[in-house]
Nanobody
Framework: VALEESGGGLVRPGDSLTLSCAASGFTFGRRLMSWYRQGPGKEREWVGNILTVGGSTNYADSVKDRFTISRDNAKNTVYLQMNNLKFEDTAVYYC???????????WGQGTQVTVSA
């Protein structure tokens, strides 16, 4: 079982970037998928999630209206599209799934996003 994030990089303020998280080893389509981030010197914070049925999404206030989470169950992949990036979005971004069935709490290795002028 694994989650693997990709797509991070160095961008300028106002740029857009899309992260991907590829899942393997479990029934992806039945799992709530979440994105978290941890900025330098900060605690890990929740960014948002996407439900299984209907693909409903929820976001932290700090990213609402700028970030969009989507999923492709055929590709076992969840995405985080980030628009109008700000300096404070600089962080390592992690993909996560939690549930009552195995894997109960699975994290990816993270991908670095740096917003710099």
């Amino acid at each position: 079982v694994a989650l693997e994030e990709s797509g991070g990089g160095l961008v300028r303020p106002g740029d857009s970037l899309t992260l991907s998280c590829a899942a393997s080893g479990f029934t992806f389509g039945r799992r709530l998928m979440s994105w978290y981030r941890q900025g330098p010197g900060k605690e890990r914070e929740w960014v948002g999630n996407i439900l299984t049925v209907g693909g409903s999404t929820n976001y932290a206030d700090s990213v609402k209206d700028r970030f969009t989470i989507s999923r492709d169950n055929a590709k076992n992949t969840v995405y985080l599209q980030m628009n109008n990036l700000k300096f404070e979005d600089t962080a390592v971004y992690y993909c996560n799934t939690r549930g009552t069935q195995y894997p109960n709490d699975l994290w990816g290795q993270g991908t670095q996003v740096t917003v710099s002028a």
